[in-house]
């Protein structure tokens, strides 16, 4: 099974292009700095993993306009081997992690206090303005849902 879980920050802001043929698609190239539970051979300061990452169609689309440099993301996904020839041509060999979900792994508050990066412009789905009177909301990025409703919602 090929299956791969990581939650780390945007190193840069993602590379987002077309590809080409007859049916184009949005394609986001991104890197994520994964930290590492334990340091690397006792050196303290590497202890995170830079990993190569590629997203598709929709996810691509979300990457471009949600995520930018700095954003901390959880990536689901799979690992893709490749190789091609370059100019030179010599045979080289990649490896990818193609992210198929990805998801906001902190608030819109939590990012834009985070001192290594922009914020992200999107909503991690809920909206914190326009809260129903009468509340105290705490903009924390999630939506204030009052005591007392689970008759009302439908999921509850």
Do not use: W
Not at 17 to 39: C, I
């Amino acid at each position: 099974m090929n299956v791969v879980c990581l939650v780390g920050r945007l190193t840069r802001d993602p590379d987002i292009r077309q590809s080409q043929g007859e049916n184009p698609t949005v394609v986001a190239r991104y890197t994520l700095a994964v930290d590492r539970r334990f340091a690397r051979n006792g050196n303290a300061n590497e202890t995170a993993d830079f990993i190569s990452m590629v997203s598709f169609g929709k996810t691509a689309e979300f990457i471009e306009k949600y995520v930018h440099k700095g954003t901390k993301l959880c990536v689901r996904g799979r690992i893709q081997t490749g190789s091609y020839t370059n100019k030179d041509g010599q045979k080289v060999y990649t490896t990818d992690v193609v992210g198929e979900d990805v998801e906001f792994a902190e608030s819109k508050k939590a990012a834009e206090g985070y001192d290594g990066g922009s914020s992200y412009g999107g909503s991690s789905g809920g909206s914190t303005s326009g809260s129903s009177a009468g509340n105290d909301s705490v903009d924390d990025g999630f939506i204030n849902v009052p005591d007392g409703i689970n008759e009302e919602l439908p999921f509850a």
